[in-house]
């Protein structure tokens, strides 16, 4: 069964520096890949996704992820956070044939002035 | 053009009480689903409908009940609520059951069980 590691569970960040996600998949097959961000006292909305093609995918707010198969990654980054970036971000995978997503555990941003 | 509305948005109940979670969407999606979210959990899959009138169990279906009423809407039925049932819930919908189909959340519906 496929599973999603996101390694950090909290991420504190000062204004401005950069920042890297980082999130581990295990599949033996293709998969699709997926960046949900949630606001607080919000639903979840799409950052980004991988299906294919470029291993660099840009997203909204100026994140953008790597797919890395050799290592089963696929780790957010951002060169400049804002305050407004603070929020809680899920990692999630294909999960199979009927297409059900597969969420980690989900990692905190906190970006501090 | 609303996307995916819950409701209610916050509900508490009591051991034993039943409840339906309502969710509609009005983007002519054929696919939706319901998860769960508890703290350090991440969300969890509890029964999705992949198209008008199938229904399907995710990860975590015990205690849980759905309807899938005609395209927009798809409910969620606690009939005994648990305490253990205490979480956020999101209904979501996708175009369709593909794997590369990007799935729409809902607002949330905050459930306690005391």
């Known amino acids: 069964a496929q599973s999603v590691t996101q390694l950090d569970s909290q991420v504190p960040v000062f204004e401005e520096a950069p920042v890297e996600l980082r999130c581990n998949y295990s599949?033996?097959?293709?998969?699709?890949l997926f960046w949900y961000v949630q606001y607080p006292n919000q639903g979840l909305q799409l950052l980004l996704k991988?299906?294919?093609?470029?291993?660099l995918v840009k997203g909204i707010n100026g994140f953008e992820a790597e797919f890395n198969k050799s290592q089963t990654s696929f780790h957010l980054r951002k060169p400049s956070v804002h305050i407004s970036d603070t929020a809680e971000y899920f990692c999630?995978?294909?999960?199979?044939?009927?297409?059900?997503?597969?969420f980690g555990k989900g990692t905190k941003l906190s970006v501090k002035p | 053009n609303a996307g995916v509305t819950q409701t209610p948005k916050f509900q508490v109940l009591k051991t034993g009480q039943s409840m339906t979670l309502q969710c509609a969407q009005d983007?002519?999606?054929?696919?939706m689903y319901w998860y769960r979210q508890d703290p350090g959990m991440g969300l969890r899959l509890i029964y999705y409908?992949?198209?008008?009138?199938?229904?399907d169990k995710g990860e975590v279906p015990n205690g849980y009940n759905v309807s899938r009423l005609n395209k927009r809407e798809f409910s969620l039925r606690l009939e005994s609520a648990a305490p253990s049932q205490t979480s956020v819930y999101f209904c979501?919908?996708?175009?369709?059951?593909?794997?590369?189909?990007?799935?729409?959340f809902g607002p949330g519906t905050r459930l306690t069980v005391l």
């Open positions: 979501a919908s996708s175009p369709r059951v593909g794997l590369q189909d990007t799935q729409y």
């Open positions: 599949s033996s097959v293709s998969v699709y």
């Open positions: 991988y299906l294919s093609g470029s291993t």
């Open positions: 999630a995978v294909n999960g199979g044939s009927q297409g059900n997503l597969i």
């Open positions: 983007m002519n999606h054929n696919s």
């Open positions: 409908s992949a198209s008008e009138g199938t229904t």
